[in-house]
């Protein structure tokens, strides 16, 4: 379905400068870094939604993700110093610092027995305590509990960790995380990949080369995977252009990216409090950007979580096609500030999406569809 | 449709309910054997079969799952029988009777599992046969009609559907709808109907099988079906016993139905003329959300062609709060102070009067916020006419009218307008407002805007100096039937710029919503954000937290590439704030 512009929305296009772009959009031509260097720049952020908008309804039509997961951080110490970050250099007894026991991570699992929940989202601090045995058996653990649950765990950055630690390679790591049950790569931990930006904000974590190495190997060995980008810090609007190019080119590659989630920082409780957060306006132009930039990805994702379920909702008309999940026990926003509540139910979920005059869609982890919304 | 749906499916006791009633003007129904139907799916020759649920996972198998209705168990499904002469524990093989392959592999899982004979060799036999070869050590797996009617011999019967049961918790699902992935919308919706006319015709069945099927047999495919079927694919895959692939159900269609809107309309109400009601319903009812804002935000360029957004630097108070809050809001420089008169008592008038005096007289703060209903109900309380209260109000110093939140319609009432004419009878002014989530359709929403566009024609033609502006907030009920999400305050805020060519300014009243939301809704026809106050936090609701800060709302107009402008209650004095220094980063 191709939903064209109205002669209004046409008018309004040339007036700001952007029929060049619209038509290289209409006729599938790639955007290049200045297309989307003045699109961050356009100041009329109606039509660059409208824009995005029709990417998002060529591909999709009206309809909209969402799913029901389980979070778990099983740990919140990490040795790595991102300043962005309200878990950074927490250490094993600190008053904030919490790891898991098996038990107790198994135990947030089988507390939802009843739940139509499809899917596991594992990211932890980088804890420089646990030995690989225990990633291993909280898989495994999580597998036995629950065989149908997909397991999306570790980002780039802790296979990294794993990887250095333990003295394998990004493909022994993997594999055997595969074995004990891993489905896929979470997305997180990407933040800015433009080197300047990223010394600044996470100079001791994997680099952008590094980041992207792991999701190659990983799209390599079949796992699919999510990509992010941490919008609104202290990086500037060419190195968000930078960043989305970068996984525009492994994509082509691999093809293994299945959603790009922009990740609004949030400033409590971390070395950036002094700076103000991204407001509305800068959330809704990067959904629309990334749409518009990464023709290779197919879905965008608002995560409702740290964006507040109003503005979530109004992301469906700047190119968002996912809202993510009805999200049980999130802590890495909500220790950074976020007010959104921890669950949204599905039935509000689907609401919402309805509410948009969009067509809701329950989906797991790999985009099936896993009952009716 | 031109061609009807080739529909395959088991021919067994426990579908019929299931596919009695596919209408045949859309269905042409084949009754075969489970393993016949997988294999005309796969070749090809059936659009649509009842498969058992191993045959989803066969090599080249691509099939959906049609939402609604499966055969499933939860607890004792009686067809589904692990049997032998001798107690399971002593049993040195078992045979697995061909004719369920999903049966056998569930037998197999669970006597690897809560069975606790992974260690017992199984061997297929020809289907049908399972009981016969139940002798001596030898256990079997019997399904259907052979479960139902064993030999007296068979003294160990283990009912795997009650096993299942009690190690998952979950129903187990045998049979489901299965089809191609392009199978039309309305073949899915007739296999949902056929079901929905069958479940009641199971009480209507001989008693030797109602209790089968209304009992043993589980059809619904809800998420606790969902489960354990997602559960036992799982362990079927993990176990080898499955082939790999994934479940997926037919999805929704993927565009929500929408009216066509005629093409001109939208350029035509971004020219700013008046919409007629006809008009103003098509675009409420068809114009996608983008294109309405972008309406919209043409006629905000026309009206006010400065990239400028007003805000009123003004704070709530009561009357009983009146002092401390008086003096909080003067120290943080608001122009205005809101008041709320609260339900109406004998002497509310007299505070009221009282209030607006030492408002003005002591800390120099004009005063708003009384509406049509407060007037009302104070002039009454107080056993004089409106017309007295106001007066007396205004010679102490009132100087703005209106602003509480108003449920669609009121506009219509006879002492709405009485009020609002006598307000502006003295010269008051004041917003008009729209509460969205107070039970009203977007009919009433509708009705409400062109009602006030009539009112505001009527005042300025008497002379009288009309609304300054409409001021939209929702109350975020989340209520389904209410339509009052961020997406309906946008889409309102939108329309109200389209339909009200008479009032000048359209405020973005945004606490429930967030100032991200309200920065949206400066390209969607808004060009103010109402009041707000520095240093102030409002509405810390669950989940919901949003600061009324005008530094905050200053530092939104700001980044969404407007200058913030400091107004009082009617635009008369403007203060336009310099704007803040580029900053080196990309935040905005």
């Given at each position: 379905m191709v939903t064209e512009l109205s002669p209004l929305t046409r008018r309004r296009v040339q007036d700001r400068g952007l029929a060049d772009i619209a038509e290289k959009l209409a006729a599938g031509v790639r955007l290049d870094f200045d297309d989307g260097m003045r699109l961050f720049t356009t100041p009329d952020l109606g039509t660059l939604g409208l824009l995005a908008n029709r990417e998002r309804e060529r591909r999709h039509g009206d309809l909209t993700y969402f799913n029901r997961n389980l979070h778990i951080n099983a740990t919140n110490v990490c040795e790595a110093t991102c300043i962005f970050c309200s878990f950074s250099r927490l250490k094993t007894g600190d008053p904030n610092a919490y790891t898991m026991s098996l038990e107790e991570a198994l135990g947030r699992v089988r507390a939802l027995r009843g739940e139509l929940i499809t899917e596991v989202h594992v990211v932890n601090g980088l804890n420089p305590d646990l030995p690989w045995s225990y990633y291993l058996d909280l898989l495994r653990g999580i597998k036995a509990e629950r065989a149908d649950l997909h397991i999306k765990g570790f980002t780039a950055v802790e296979i990294h960790y794993f990887a250095v630690k333990f003295g394998k390679t990004y493909e022994t790591v993997l594999r055997e995380l595969m074995e004990a049950g891993l489905g896929s790569l979470p997305g997180g931990g990407a933040e800015i990949f433009h080197p300047r930006a990223r010394k600044k904000l996470c100079d001791d974590k994997v680099d952008a080369e590094g980041w992207l190495e792991v999701h190659r190997t990983a799209h390599e060995l079949g796992l699919r995977s999510n990509c992010t980008m941490l919008f609104g810090s202290i990086e500037t609007l060419e190195e968000r252009v930078d960043h989305m190019l970068r996984l525009r080119a492994l994509q082509d590659h691999t093809g293994g990216f299945q959603t790009f989630i922009p990740l609004r920082f949030h400033h409590e409780n971390n070395k950036l409090e002094r700076l103000r957060e991204p407001t509305g306006f800068d959330s809704l132009r990067t959904y629309a950007v990334a749409r518009l930039m990464l023709d290779n990805i197919d879905h965008i994702k608002a995560y409702w979580i740290m964006l507040g379920i109003e503005l979530a909702q109004l992301a469906l008309s700047w190119g968002v096609d996912d809202l993510d999940g009805t999200v049980r026990e999130e802590r890495i926003y909500h220790m950074a500030g976020a007010r959104t509540p921890q669950t949204l139910g599905r039935a509000d979920l689907v609401q919402l999406i309805r509410d948009a005059g969009r067509v809701p869609v329950e989906r797991d982890t790999l985009y099936h569809v896993v009952a009716e919304a | 449709m031109s061609k009807k749906i080739r529909v395959a499916c088991v021919g067994y006791t426990n579908a019929w309910p299931l596919t009695?009633?596919?209408d045949p003007e859309l269905f042409e129904v084949e009754a075969c054997v489970p393993s016949v139907a997988a294999r005309r799916l796969n070749q090809g020759e059936a659009d649509v079969g009842l498969v058992p649920v191993a045959s989803l996972f066969d090599k080249g198998a691509h099939w959906r799952v049609a939402p609604g209705w499966c055969i499933g168990s939860d607890g004792d499904v009686d067809s589904v029988l692990l049997v032998g002469e001798t107690p399971l524990s002593e049993w040195e093989e078992v045979v697995l009777d061909g004719e369920s392959r999903t049966s056998v592999i569930l037998a197999q899982i669970l006597l690897r599992g809560p069975l606790g004979r992974a260690d017992i060799p199984v061997r297929a036999v020809d289907a049908g046969t399972g009981a016969f070869h139940a002798q001596g050590r030898v256990g079997a797996v019997v399904i259907g009609d052979a479960a139902l009617n064993l030999p007296s011999r068979l003294t160990t019967r283990v009912d795997l559907g009650r096993v299942w049961k009690d190690w998952t918790g979950l129903p187990f699902v045998f049979a489901v709808w299965a089809g191609r992935p392009d199978l039309p919308r309305e073949a899915i919706d007739g296999l949902r109907t056929a079901g929905e006319r069958g479940m009641p015709e199971r009480a209507l069945a001989p008693a030797s099988e109602r209790d089968y099927l209304t009992?043993?047999?589980?059809y619904a495919l809800d998420d606790r079906a969902l489960m354990g079927l997602r559960r036992f694919v799982a362990l079927g895959q993990s176990a080898g016993l499955l082939g790999a692939g994934d479940l997926s159900l037919y999805g929704p269609e993927p565009v929500a139905p929408r009216t066509a809107l005629p093409s001109d309309l939208l350029t035509r109400a971004a020219r700013g003329e008046p919409l007629d009601a006809a008009s103003a319903h098509a675009l409420s009812a068809s114009a996608p959300t983008g294109e309405l804002a972008a309406a919209a935000d043409e006629v905000r360029w026309l009206r006010a062609p400065a990239r400028e957004v007003t805000w009123l630097p003004a704070g709530n108070l009561t009357l009983d709060n009146l002092e401390a809050r008086a003096t909080a809001l003067s120290a943080k420089k608001a122009l205005a102070a809101v008041l709320h008169p609260g339900v109406a008592e004998a002497d509310t008038l007299d505070r009221a009067v009282a209030a607006i005096r030492t408002l003005k007289g002591d800390h120099g703060l004009s005063t708003t916020g009384i509406g049509a209903d407060d007037l009302q109900g104070m002039a009454i309380a107080a056993g004089v006419s409106p017309e007295a209260a106001l007066e007396r109000m205004v010679a102490a110093g009132l100087e703005g009218f209106g602003g509480p939140p108003t449920r669609a319609g009121a506009v219509l009432r006879p002492t709405w307008q009485a009020m609002h004419r006598l307000a502006g009878a003295h010269g008051l002014r004041g917003p008009a407002t729209l509460t969205l989530g107070l039970g009203e359709t977007r009919e009433d929403r509708l009705r409400h805007l062109l009602a006030l566009r009539e009112f505001q024609a009527e005042e300025l033609a008497a002379g009288r100096p009309g609304f300054t502006a409409l001021s939209v907030w929702t109350a975020l009920t989340g209520a389904p039937d209410r339509d009052d999400s961020a997406q309906a305050w946008l889409r309102t805020i939108a329309l109200a710029r389209l339909v009200l060519h008479n009032v000048e300014h359209l405020t973005a009243w945004w606490p429930s919503v967030g100032l991200g939301s309200a920065q949206a809704a400066l390209f969607a026809g808004a060009d103010d954000l109402g009041p707000a106050l520095v240093d102030e936090h409002a509405l810390a609701a669950p989940g919901r937290s949003f600061t009324t800060d005008g530094d905050e709302v200053e530092h939104h107009i700001r980044v969404a590439g407007f200058v913030p402008v400091r107004r009082d209650l009617d635009w008369t004095t403007l203060v336009r704030m310099t704007a803040a220094p580029e900053g080196r980063y990309a935040r905005a």
């Amino acid at each position: 379905m191709v939903t064209e512009l109205s002669p209004l929305t046409r008018r309004r296009v040339q007036d700001r400068g952007l029929a060049d772009i619209a038509e290289k959009l209409a006729a599938g031509v790639r955007l290049d870094f200045d297309d989307g260097m003045r699109l961050f720049t356009t100041p009329d952020l109606g039509t660059l939604g409208l824009l995005a908008n029709r990417e998002r309804e060529r591909r999709h039509g009206d309809l909209t993700y969402f799913n029901r997961n389980l979070h778990i951080n099983a740990t919140n110490v990490c040795e790595a110093t991102c300043i962005f970050c309200s878990f950074s250099r927490l250490k094993t007894g600190d008053p904030n610092a919490y790891t898991m026991s098996l038990e107790e991570a198994l135990g947030r699992v089988r507390a939802l027995r009843g739940e139509l929940i499809t899917e596991v989202h594992v990211v932890n601090g980088l804890n420089p305590d646990l030995p690989w045995s225990y990633y291993l058996d909280l898989l495994r653990g999580i597998k036995a509990e629950r065989a149908d649950l997909h397991i999306k765990g570790f980002t780039a950055v802790e296979i990294h960790y794993f990887a250095v630690k333990f003295g394998k390679t990004y493909e022994t790591v993997l594999r055997e995380l595969m074995e004990a049950g891993l489905g896929s790569l979470p997305g997180g931990g990407a933040e800015i990949f433009h080197p300047r930006a990223r010394k600044k904000l996470c100079d001791d974590k994997v680099d952008a080369e590094g980041w992207l190495e792991v999701h190659r190997t990983a799209h390599e060995l079949g796992l699919r995977s999510n990509c992010t980008m941490l919008f609104g810090s202290i990086e500037t609007l060419e190195e968000r252009v930078d960043h989305m190019l970068r996984l525009r080119a492994l994509q082509d590659h691999t093809g293994g990216f299945q959603t790009f989630i922009p990740l609004r920082f949030h400033h409590e409780n971390n070395k950036l409090e002094r700076l103000r957060e991204p407001t509305g306006f800068d959330s809704l132009r990067t959904y629309a950007v990334a749409r518009l930039m990464l023709d290779n990805i197919d879905h965008i994702k608002a995560y409702w979580i740290m964006l507040g379920i109003e503005l979530a909702q109004l992301a469906l008309s700047w190119g968002v096609d996912d809202l993510d999940g009805t999200v049980r026990e999130e802590r890495i926003y909500h220790m950074a500030g976020a007010r959104t509540p921890q669950t949204l139910g599905r039935a509000d979920l689907v609401q919402l999406i309805r509410d948009a005059g969009r067509v809701p869609v329950e989906r797991d982890t790999l985009y099936h569809v896993v009952a009716e919304a | 449709m031109s061609k009807k749906i080739r529909v395959a499916c088991v021919g067994y006791t426990n579908a019929w309910p299931l596919t009695r009633f596919l209408d045949p003007e859309l269905f042409e129904v084949e009754a075969c054997v489970p393993s016949v139907a997988a294999r005309r799916l796969n070749q090809g020759e059936a659009d649509v079969g009842l498969v058992p649920v191993a045959s989803l996972f066969d090599k080249g198998a691509h099939w959906r799952v049609a939402p609604g209705w499966c055969i499933g168990s939860d607890g004792d499904v009686d067809s589904v029988l692990l049997v032998g002469e001798t107690p399971l524990s002593e049993w040195e093989e078992v045979v697995l009777d061909g004719e369920s392959r999903t049966s056998v592999i569930l037998a197999q899982i669970l006597l690897r599992g809560p069975l606790g004979r992974a260690d017992i060799p199984v061997r297929a036999v020809d289907a049908g046969t399972g009981a016969f070869h139940a002798q001596g050590r030898v256990g079997a797996v019997v399904i259907g009609d052979a479960a139902l009617n064993l030999p007296s011999r068979l003294t160990t019967r283990v009912d795997l559907g009650r096993v299942w049961k009690d190690w998952t918790g979950l129903p187990f699902v045998f049979a489901v709808w299965a089809g191609r992935p392009d199978l039309p919308r309305e073949a899915i919706d007739g296999l949902r109907t056929a079901g929905e006319r069958g479940m009641p015709e199971r009480a209507l069945a001989p008693a030797s099988e109602r209790d089968y099927l209304t009992r043993a047999i589980r059809y619904a495919l809800d998420d606790r079906a969902l489960m354990g079927l997602r559960r036992f694919v799982a362990l079927g895959q993990s176990a080898g016993l499955l082939g790999a692939g994934d479940l997926s159900l037919y999805g929704p269609e993927p565009v929500a139905p929408r009216t066509a809107l005629p093409s001109d309309l939208l350029t035509r109400a971004a020219r700013g003329e008046p919409l007629d009601a006809a008009s103003a319903h098509a675009l409420s009812a068809s114009a996608p959300t983008g294109e309405l804002a972008a309406a919209a935000d043409e006629v905000r360029w026309l009206r006010a062609p400065a990239r400028e957004v007003t805000w009123l630097p003004a704070g709530n108070l009561t009357l009983d709060n009146l002092e401390a809050r008086a003096t909080a809001l003067s120290a943080k420089k608001a122009l205005a102070a809101v008041l709320h008169p609260g339900v109406a008592e004998a002497d509310t008038l007299d505070r009221a009067v009282a209030a607006i005096r030492t408002l003005k007289g002591d800390h120099g703060l004009s005063t708003t916020g009384i509406g049509a209903d407060d007037l009302q109900g104070m002039a009454i309380a107080a056993g004089v006419s409106p017309e007295a209260a106001l007066e007396r109000m205004v010679a102490a110093g009132l100087e703005g009218f209106g602003g509480p939140p108003t449920r669609a319609g009121a506009v219509l009432r006879p002492t709405w307008q009485a009020m609002h004419r006598l307000a502006g009878a003295h010269g008051l002014r004041g917003p008009a407002t729209l509460t969205l989530g107070l039970g009203e359709t977007r009919e009433d929403r509708l009705r409400h805007l062109l009602a006030l566009r009539e009112f505001q024609a009527e005042e300025l033609a008497a002379g009288r100096p009309g609304f300054t502006a409409l001021s939209v907030w929702t109350a975020l009920t989340g209520a389904p039937d209410r339509d009052d999400s961020a997406q309906a305050w946008l889409r309102t805020i939108a329309l109200a710029r389209l339909v009200l060519h008479n009032v000048e300014h359209l405020t973005a009243w945004w606490p429930s919503v967030g100032l991200g939301s309200a920065q949206a809704a400066l390209f969607a026809g808004a060009d103010d954000l109402g009041p707000a106050l520095v240093d102030e936090h409002a509405l810390a609701a669950p989940g919901r937290s949003f600061t009324t800060d005008g530094d905050e709302v200053e530092h939104h107009i700001r980044v969404a590439g407007f200058v913030p402008v400091r107004r009082d209650l009617d635009w008369t004095t403007l203060v336009r704030m310099t704007a803040a220094p580029e900053g080196r980063y990309a935040r905005a």
